[in-house]
C-alpha cells in the first residue's frame, strides 16, 4: 500500500519538534480524518534556515510532514512556495490516492508557516 519511501519517513521521521520563537508558525487540520500538522520556521536572508514539525495523524501524515520538511530545508521562500502537494507525494514515490489530502495539509502547513513569517516582517 504504502511505498519504501513513505514507510521510511514514517519510521524515522525528520526535523520533528517544534522551533520556540519560531519566524512563522502554519496549522492546518482536517476534521474528517483527524490529522493535524503544524509547522515552525526560522528564516535567515530569504531561506528556510530551520524548520520542524509536529503531526498527529496517520502514516501518511507523519511521512508528509517528514518529506516537507526535507524539502523546504535551506530553500528561499519563494522556492519553499513551490512546493506542492503532487511534488510531495511524487517525492515520496506516490501516494494512495485516499491518503492525497495528506499531502495537501503537508503542503499548506508549510504555506502557512510562511506567510505567518511575512505578514510579522
Known amino acids: 500500500m504504502y511505498s519504501e519511501k513513505v514507510m521510511e519517513h514514517f519510521s524515522n521521521p525528520r526535523n520533528i ?5 519560531a519566524d512563522g508558525v502554519g496549522e492546518v487540520g482536517n476534521p474528517v480524518c483527524g490529522d493535524m500538522m503544524s ?3 526560522n528564516v ?8 520542524k514539525f509536529k ?12 518529506m516537507v520538511t526535507e524539502m523546504a530545508k535551506g530553500k528561499t521562500l519563494a522556492e519553499a512556495k513551490k512546493i ?3 511534488s ?21 502547513a508549510l504555506a502557512k508557516a510562511i506567510e505567518d513569517y511575512e505578514n510579522k516582517k
Open 17 to 21: 519538534g517544534e522551533i520556540e520563537n
Open 39 to 41: 509547522f515552525y520556521i
Open 44 to 51: 535567515k536572508d530569504n531561506r528556510i534556515a530551520d524548520i
Open 55 to 66: 503531526t498527529f495523524g496517520c502514516v501518511a501524515a507523519i511521512a508528509v510532514s517528514s
Open 84 to 86: 506542492t502537494k503532487q
Open 88 to 108: 510531495v507525494a511524487e517525492s515520496l514515490d506516490g501516494l494512495p490516492k485516499e491518503k492525497m489530502h495528506c499531502s495537501n495539509l503537508g503542503a499548506d
